[in-house]
T-cell receptor, first 116, second 112 residues
Framework: GAVVSQHPSRVICKSGTSVKIECRSL??????MFWYRQFPKQSLMLMAT?????????EQGVEKDKFLINHASLTLSTLTVTSAHPEDSSFYIC????????????FGPGTRLTVL | SQQGEEDPQALSIQEGENATMNCSYK?????LQWYRQNSGRGLVHLIL?????REKHSGRLRVTLDTSKKSSSLLITASRAADTASYFC????????????FGKGTTLSVSS
């Protein structure tokens, strides 16, 4: 099956710093990737759709200036949490789908962000 | 925003028993998918059922879809301790393109 990786798997940072999370599709090109956020004991919430070569599309309530998304290549999308605060602590998960793979999405293993 | 509700929120059963989880959604869908998540890990795709399908099987999994009631169910037969995880339904809607909108999930605990 398709493999999507994320890096780092865990990150702890101080309040006010910025954190970059990478999402890579390892064996296929993904023109579209998705970023989700999951708080403890809750479901996944779609944050944004990352489009290769164009601006990301953000869901309502998600600050685009705080969560910067860059999809510079067909295999890499990055999410940067700028000026992180403790309330940004969460599990961030990306996903990608094959161009010809229908609606099945392949999820990365997630990144656990803890902001002190 | 979230699309649907899962029912029950938590389910505890013994090994060998069947587990049934339900999911309801609000808007028209192209398809509905079920995913599994082990604690603190990523998601694993289990099964996809299209809006024109009513039932689908995959191994010990059986999924039904009732578009008139906007609901779906996931049945895991002969459960095993390794089935312990959270299970989420997710829908693909016209609005969101191919993005998935997740339900709240059911936490399944299977004891041996």
């Amino acid at each position: 099956g398709a493999v999507v990786s994320q890096h780092p798997s865990r990150v702890i940072c101080k309040s006010g710093t910025s954190v970059k999370i990478e999402c890579r599709s390892l064996d296929f090109q993904a023109t579209t990737m998705f970023w989700y956020r999951q708080f403890p004991k809750q479901s996944l919430m779609l944050m944004a759709t990352s489009n290769e070569g164009s601006k990301a599309t953000y869901e309502q309530g998600v600050e685009k200036d705080k969560f910067l998304i860059n999809h510079a290549s067909l295999t890499l999308s990055t999410l940067t949490v700028t000026s992180a605060h403790p309330e940004d602590s969460s599990f961030y998960i990306c996903s990608a789908s094959r161009p010809s793979g229908g609606d099945t999405q392949y999820f990365g293993p997630g990144t656990r962000l803890t902001v002190l | 925003s979230q699309q649907g509700e899962e029912d029950p929120q938590a389910l505890s059963i013994q090994e060998g028993e069947n587990a049934t989880m339900n999911c309801s959604y609000k808007t028209s869908i192209n398809n509905l998918q079920w995913y599994r998540q082990n604690s603190g890990r990523g998601l694993v795709h289990l099964i996809l059922i299209r809006s024109n399908e009513r039932e689908k099987h995959s191994g010990r999994l059986r999924v039904t879809l009732d578009t008139s009631k906007k609901s779906s169910s996931l049945l895991i037969t002969a459960s095993r301790a390794a089935d312990t995880a959270s299970y989420f339904c997710a829908t693909v809607t016209n609005r969101a393109g191919t993005a998935l909108i997740f339900g709240k999930g059911t936490t399944l605990s299977v004891s041996s």
